[in-house]
Nanobody
């Protein structure tokens, strides 16, 4: 099975930056895409960004983070990143890494991102 271990969350001021990491291990050979989701207090989990595992590395973002966030991957390290710039208080949430493997989703443990004003 796939295991996802996240890191990089923390407390930052508005306008600051953070880079989240998601290290994948185990049976990673059939992963077709990676995603980042987030969940703010008392709100539903929200999809944030995705990147395909194909050579094209197709990326997609929710409108509210376009131009500020960037998802990328390092194939050799089996690691996916979410670079977050110009952070806003409304970005405060628990961020989760997600991997798609043959239609089945695997989740990371989540990492807290708090943006103060």
């Amino acid at each position: 099975q796939v295991r996802l271990v996240e890191s990089g969350g923390g407390l930052v001021q508005a306008g600051g930056s953070l880079r989240l990491s998601c290290a994948a291990s185990g049976s990673t050979f059939d992963i077709s895409a990676f995603n980042w989701y987030r969940q703010a207090p008392q709100k539903q989990r929200e999809w944030v960004a995705s990147i395909s595992s194909s050579f094209t590395s197709t990326t997609n973002y929710i409108d509210s983070v376009k131009g500020r966030f960037s998802i990328s991957r390092d194939t050799a390290k089996n690691t996916v990143y979410l670079q977050m710039n110009s952070l806003k208080p409304e970005d405060t949430a628990v961020y989760y890494c997600h991997a798609l493997k043959r239609g089945f989703g695997t989740w990371g443990q989540g990492t807290q991102v708090t943006v103060s004003s």
